[in-house]
Every structure is written in C-alpha cells, then in structure tokens.
C-alpha cells in the first residue's frame, strides 16, 4: 500500500477521526466514518492509514498535540512571582485550554476505554500520558514555583476528573464554579508554607 | 408491550448489559448482544426493556447499586478512632472494592460519554452521581472524623481518576503504588490539624 505524505491531509483525517470518536464513540471509527466527517473521497483514508489498529495509534498521537501545554503560555508562567497563585492561574488556564478543546478530550477518554481492548493503542496511550505526567513533574519542580512532585500527581489526577465531570455530566457540578474548584484542589495540593 | 416482573431475571440482564458495555462500548448495547452475554433467549431482553434507551436508563441505576458503598462497612468504619488514619482506610477499602467491580467501572465510564449524545441518560447519571456525592459529603461531614465538605470533593475527584488510570492506562502508575497514592491523596485533602 502507498501511504501518501501529505502531512497536511493526514492531519485532516487525524482530527476528522477525533470528531467520529467523540461523536460516535470507539466503535464508530471507521475509514468510512472518517472520510465522512472530512468531507475527502470515500477510500481516501485507507491511503493514510494501514489498519484500523494504525488509525487508533496515529489519534493518540494526535491528541497529545492538541491538548499539550503551548510553550508561550508556560514561558508567560515563568515571568510570575512563584506563588501558588501563580499556580492557580496556570492550572486555570490549563483546564480552560482543554475544555476549549471538548472533542479533543472526549475522543481522549474514549480511546483510554478503547485501549482496554487494544495492548498496541494502551501501549502507545501509556508512553504518551506517562511521559506529559513526567514532564509537568519536571518542569514544576525545576520551575521554583511552591509544590512538590505529589502536588502535581494529585493535581493531575484531580484536574482530570473535574474536567471529565463538566464535560460529561456538568450539571453535578451545579452550585459549584469551575474555577472555585480548581483554585481549591491547589491549595489543598500545595499546603500553604 | 408486556413487561415482565421477573425481578432477578432483570437484574441478570442488566448485568449482562453491564459486561457488554465494558468489553463493546456503548455502540454495542443492544438487545441482541444483552441476550447473548446473558445466554438467554433471543429476544427476552425486549420483554424487558422498553427501548435502548430505557436499557441505557436501568443500566445507569444499577450501576449506582454495584459502585455504591456497603453499609457493614460504614459501620465498622464508625467504630475506628475518627482520626486521618481511619480515613485512609475507607478511602482505600472503597478503591479496592471498585476496582474489584471492573467492569463495572468501566461500563460506567462508557455510560458518562454516551451522556453526551443522550440527555434522558445524562439526566439520570446526574441524579445517580450528584446524589452520591451529596451523601458522601453529609455522611463525612457528620461521621466526626476529620475533614470538610472541600475534602471529600477533593477526594471523589482524585480517586475517581486514580481508579480509571489503574482500570485503563495501569502502568502510567509504574512505580506509584495504588495505596500510597489513596494516602497522599488523603493527607493533602485533610491538612494536618
């Protein structure tokens, strides 16, 4: 099989199979469905993908891209007093990032459930997932903001679900503003000095 | 449409509901799939369920039984010196309790993003979840043992995204033992008096 380099297309049909997964869930992602939601010629995506196992692996590649920290706003971090404060602003900012990016982070949960299925798609998820965990440590730690390495565990996990939860079943967070929590599990994470 | 009253024969079906969900996804809920993982006969599920969507509906309420907490053990909490320690305990007896319900977890967490495509479903997890946390917020706050209403919102949060870590991406935990996370998550989200 040829598979074309046209990276620009291929990033196309990358994020046109986000848009399924998120829409129809793991089981609707099919070279069909992809080529639908990209508007390209039917077959097209079979030219850029070797399998349904290869088109799984390059989303979660992709997904790390689109929901990753953006460099200039880290760099914006480090012009701040190092306080926790500043720490909130930075997890607001982040939180606010991924949930600009609905689709994105919802096709991301349903490739963790899909990866419970495929040990190539876990495998390549887990290398993914576990190397941003290791790099946000890394990089708060070595950053002088306040916090430790569990901050950030506890932060991720936190943030994670809180975020899950609003896009999912936002309404039992009623009564309860977005950045209020989140300003919360900081300061619980970093205990004050 | 006759709707049967066979009581267990229901719950046994939506069990079966709940393995099919965990190992196909939302996309294969159906009757057909539901009869066969029950191994009854074709067609009884729709004796017993009035749409997909009233299937989706009952499995939502299930679910909330199997996760929920177990009353002997609540008591048997309320005995122990109403300490941080004792919260530790709980919170990694009601992990492990979860995690041993696989698949129920995971069905669970194939419900939450089919709630995004149905809000009859979304309606009922809202209830389902927000009912859960409310009681475990009031039990907590009025059982003595340390901690406010801010660290059991803490604490859901966390450990709900801990459990799907270790059900779906297990080893970005490498090297983070499950009951040293349940125990730094509990002492961040119940500062030290």
Do not use: C
């Not at 829409?23 to 995506?45: H, I, M, N, Q, Y």
């Not at 689709?103 to 190539?120: D, F, I, M, V």
Request: proline share 4%; no cysteine; hydrophobic share 45%.
């Amino acid at each position: 099989m040829v598979r074309k380099r046209n990276t620009e297309r291929r990033t196309a049909l990358v994020d046109a199979a986000i848009e399924v997964l998120a829409a129809e869930g793991a089981r609707g992602l099919t070279f069909r469905a992809v080529d639908e939601a990209a508007g390209v010629p039917k077959g097209t995506a079979s030219n850029y993908f070797a399998s349904r196992e290869d088109l799984f692996n390059q989303v979660g590649g992709r997904i790390h891209t689109r929901l990753g920290p953006e460099p200039a706003e880290l760099s914006a971090n480090m012009l701040a007093p190092r306080t926790r404060e500043a720490v909130v602003w930075l997890m607001t900012e982040m939180v606010q990032r991924i949930i600009a990016d609905r689709t994105g982070y919802l096709a991301l949960q349903e490739l963790r459930l899909e990866a419970t299925r495929r040990p190539e798609l876990r495998a390549a998820l887990t290398a993914t997932v576990r190397a941003n965990l290791d790099g946000n440590i890394a990089q708060h730690t070595g950053s002088g903001l306040p916090g430790d390495a569990d901050s950030v565990v506890l932060l991720y996990f936190s943030l994670t679900a809180l975020v899950v939860e609003h896009l999912t079943l936002p309404d039992v967070l009623d009564g309860h503003e977005l950045g209020e929590l989140v300003r919360m599990f900081v300061e619980r994470a970093i205990p004050a000095d």
